[in-house]
């Protein structure tokens, strides 16, 4: 065979694998729309009739043709209707006046975006995120951004993973990844090759932060200064971290000796060191929000034939009581009061 023969050959093969895909990928889209389509429709109200009033942000994730969309509901009735937005997210936060958005846009290349959005959702910032959407946050003053997105690898409970976590002035310049930060451990200065940052949640001062840290397969909670660019390492076997609105108690996920991919949500007082489990026994791969000062809330993915669907649970946040559905069909909440 000759080699024109064997180039011409080489690339009707290349055509056909690329034929394949694209018809996978319209074949899987078409079945999505189909499912869309004749999925009941939620209970909706208008975004005007809940702005005005405490409430939660979230993303929807009731099926129909609204599935992915930024939604709210108010506090006094979680369980009712809801306002949904035309805007999609992966994940988003929220405050009185801005509202976080990290997206992807799935197509024969997948981009992913991520924007500060006004209050009537339109985008006011690009911020930088170069990988999967994994986790956001506002400070609660709006000052600061967070976002944290998977640069390699797909999910925390793989063996083999990247993460790439930026802190961005609102209506500001991007400090860059916290990996430029100098990282403080056992009180030295250290600078593992390996090391990854995610799940960001703010103090009250405008200063200080508290994050994960992770290098050697070990995961860290620490604490990080904006303006002095530093973190250091506090609590080992600590995830997700999320700080209450008296700035007293974090709560996280611990691997402790589970299985990989599972997590059991703890209470972690910053004054005494002590560990608390939580009342919620089933694996949580979130970072919890707080619902008040007692209480947080977070996703859990719904399992056998409805894993495309979410729902926020809610549970105490001193080990006591039981876990209690908070909003059906839903991920990724936000209190805004």
Not at 59 to 65: I, P, R, Y
Not at 296 to 307: A, E, F, P
């Amino acid at each position: 065979m000759s080699l024109k023969v064997r180039l011409i050959a080489l690339v009707a093969v290349c055509l056909a694998a690329v034929g394949g895909g694209v018809g996978y990928l319209v074949a899987s889209r078409n079945h999505q729309k189909d499912v869309a389509r004749h999925a009941p429709p939620v209970a909706q109200m208008s975004l005007a009739a809940v702005e005005s009033q405490p409430r939660i942000v979230f993303v929807n994730k009731a099926l129909g043709s609204s599935y992915g969309s930024v939604a709210m509901a108010p506090l006094s009735k979680l369980d009712g209707p809801r306002a949904i937005s035309s805007t999609s997210c992966d994940r988003v936060y929220a405050t009185a006046a801005d509202v976080l958005c990290l997206s992807s846009d799935p197509g024969v290349v997948t981009t992913y975006a991520a924007h500060v959005l006004d209050n009537t959702f339109k985008a006011t910032q690009k911020l930088p995120l170069t990988g999967i959407p994994s986790r956001a946050r506002l400070s609660g003053d709006g000052k600061f951004a967070a976002t944290t997105s998977f640069t390699s690898g797909d999910s925390y409970a793989g063996t083999s993973f990247s993460t790439r976590t930026v802190i961005t002035p609102v209506a500001g310049k991007s400090l860059g990844s916290l990996e430029n930060f100098t990282l403080i451990h056992n009180g030295e200065s250290i600078k593992p090759v390996d090391r990854n940052y995610w799940g960001v949640t703010f103090a009250a001062d405008d200063d200080t932060f508290f994050v994960t840290a992770e290098w050697s397969k070990h995961t860290w909670l620490a604490r990080g200064s904006v303006t002095q660019r530093r973190i250091v390492t506090l609590h080992e076997d600590a995830e997700c971290p999320s700080l209450s609105p008296d700035g007293k108690t974090i709560v996280y996920k611990q691997r402790e000796n589970l299985p990989a991919g599972r997590w059991r949500l703890v209470a972690f007082d910053i004054a005494s060191g002590k560990v608390t489990p939580l009342a919620e026994t089933r694996s949580v791969d979130d970072q919890v929000e707080w619902l008040d000062d007692n209480t947080v809330m977070y996703g859990l993915n719904r399992t056998g034939t409805q894993t495309a669907t979410s729902d926020v649970w809610a549970v105490p946040a001193d080990g006591t009581g039981t876990a209690r559905l908070l909003i059906p069909q839903a991920w990724s909440p936000a209190v805004v009061r």
